[in-house]
């Protein structure tokens, strides 16, 4: 759990509850919805700022954002493209 808003995970996602799948170079932030998302990280390492906390996500990490007040923020971290996938709660 991460300050009870993410929590981080190695469960199997659903082909099914995919909704897109990113990729952002050095320099590229993209801003997340600020509800019942799961990011999978495929390739890279993502920096995600969350309700103030930066959270280092290195590949093959998952994480389910619960509820909250503000959006989330993902960047790719380092000089490799970050690849992810935005995913459904259900």
């Not at 600020?34 to 969350?50: F, P, R, V, Y």
């Amino acid at each position: 759990m991460v300050s009870g808003i993410a929590t981080r995970s190695k469960e199997c996602f659903n082909p099914a509850n995919l909704v897109a799948r990113m990729v952002l170079y050095k320099g590229e932030l993209f801003h997340l919805a600020k509800a019942n998302q799961k990011i999978q990280i495929l390739s890279g390492c993502a920096w995600l700022t969350l309700a103030g906390q930066d959270i280092i996500l290195p590949r093959g990490e998952k994480i389910s954002l619960g509820p909250a007040k503000d959006f989330a923020l993902i960047s790719a971290l380092g000089q490799s493209p970050l690849i992810f996938e935005i995913r459904t709660e259900n």
